[in-house]
């Protein structure tokens, strides 16, 4: 690229500690997130932190009562995974999708008219259905992947 054989070494000597700082700071935000992260015992729903997603109980005396019940015992929840559209139906994360492509059809249909968006009654209705069903998407996946995490944010 132009450079000498000793500026090139320096650029990527440099180039490399930089992005070891960066990935220092990566993890160090993530260690943060992951002290703070909070979800809810699935047998006596005391609050706890969760730094893995697959902990599912808040102590010792839990876990056994937990392993000693079965999982069965302590179900979750029931959350919705479809909706009905037309004749059919489709699930809430394909719902909340469809919905974010109608917000910005319809914001296009403004601007080619001419209108301002922010006059318009219907935008907020979409934009607030639309973020319904998009976190409703990520409950049934948190119910999934992280019982204690998904309890947690159905108390918030």
């Known amino acids: 690229n132009g450079h000498c054989h000793e500026c090139r070494t320096q650029h990527l000597e440099t180039r490399k500690v930089d992005q070891a700082e960066k990935r220092i700071e990566r993890r160090q935000q993530r260690s943060e997130e992951l002290r703070n992260r909070k979800g809810r015992c699935i047998v006596c729903s005391a609050e706890m932190t969760v730094a893995r997603v697959t902990k599912t109980t808040c102590s010792d005396r839990c876990r056994k009562q937990w392993i000693r019940k079965g999982a069965e015992a302590f179900s979750l ?3 919705p995974t479809h909706v009905q559209l037309g004749d059919g139906q489709i699930t809430v994360k394909e719902a909340a999708s469809w919905l974010y492509d109608r917000l ?8 080619r008219a001419g209108k301002k968006s922010e006059t318009d009654e219907l935008l907020p209705k979409i934009r607030e259905e639309a973020e319904r069903f ?8 948190l119910r999934e992947e992280a019982p204690a995490i998904f309890l947690w944010e159905l108390s918030q």
């Open 134 to 141: 998009s976190r409703l998407a990520e409950l049934v996946k």
């Open 77 to 79: 929840p029931e959350t």
């Open 104 to 111: 910005l059809s319809h914001q296009f249909s403004l601007i």
